[in-house]
């Protein structure tokens, strides 16, 4: 399985950007799917996780009301809108796959990951 992130770049404050993240070598229904991102020396931390049906989805509290996970399983893709974009949201965007579970399942933990992307650095200035 490889997993290609693409869409970041550098914005100003307010600014939108949606990210995406394409699965190949399965499709991307069999797998939970997650956003990570990680600021220079800090952890890398979940931004957002969807489901494998895309029915159930988690935002962590920083990026609630802002960010919006979704996935369109016909076109093996994950997205992330950011929209109302944050100078403390710059960081590198990582996107991540676990396959094997159940369909409802969001997974929000990095460990429970096991397929990662190479990243898409995300710049917000003020």
């Known amino acids: 399985v490889q997993l290609q992130a693409y869409g970041g770049g550098l914005v100003q404050a307010g600014a939108s950007l949606r990210l995406a993240c394409r699965t190949s070598g399965r499709t991307s229904s069999m797998f939970a799917m997650g956003w990570f991102r990680q600021a220079p020396g800090k952890e890398r931390d979940i931004v957002a996780a969807?489901?494998?049906?895309?029915?159930?989805?988690y935002h962590a509290d920083s990026v609630k009301g802002r960010f919006t996970i979704s996935r369109d399983n016909a076109k093996n893709t994950v997205y992330l809108q950011m929209n109302s974009l944050k100078p403390e949201d710059t960081a590198i965007y990582y996107c991540?796959?676990?396959?094997?579970?159940?369909?409802?399942?969001?997974?929000?933990?990095?460990?429970?990951?096991?397929?990662w992307g190479q990243g898409t650095q995300v710049t917000v200035s003020s």
């Open positions: 991540a796959a676990r396959p094997g579970v159940v369909t409802h399942v969001v997974l929000d933990d990095r460990d429970d990951y096991n397929f």
């Open positions: 969807i489901s494998r049906n895309g029915g159930r989805t």
